[in-house]
């Protein structure tokens, strides 16, 4: 597996017209949650919501604050829960975000490739 990077852009759902600009993060697909510099998401105005713990790779625990972005890149979009990263923490695209624009990950050609969504089907 190779790692790339995208620019994610982040935009308060409460007021969508507030967007951050575009913030370079490593595509993650071991990490659950999107991480993104809190001061970046503070800046307008995604708040907190409620804090987290998280086990790093190295099998330390953190906590961290989360909170909801309108998160988009290379032309998906999504809401979805977003971590707000302290200096030190990486910036990634976790999963969730992922799976939310629906697509999978080409390591190869670096790039995100639309898929299609399952769905349960109810018995009737």
Do not use: C
Request: proline share 5%; charged share 20%; hydrophobic share 40%.
């Amino acid at each position: 597996m190779s790692a790339f990077k995208v620019n994610v852009v982040a935009r308060n759902p409460k007021r969508e017209e507030l967007s951050t600009q575009p913030i370079p993060a490593l595509v993650d697909s071991g990490s659950e949650l999107t991480w993104l510099p809190a001061d970046v998401l503070t800046s307008v105005g995604i708040t907190p919501r409620r804090k987290r713990m998280f086990s790093t790779a190295t099998q330390q625990k953190v906590e961290r604050e989360v909170g909801y972005a309108i998160l988009s890149a290379e032309g998906y979009e999504t809401n979805d829960e977003v971590v707000f990263a302290e200096p030190g923490d990486m910036t990634l695209l976790g999963v969730r975000t992922l799976e939310g624009f629906g697509v999978m990950v080409d390591n190869i050609a670096h790039r995100f490739v639309a898929t299609t969504t399952l769905v349960a089907t109810a018995s009737l």
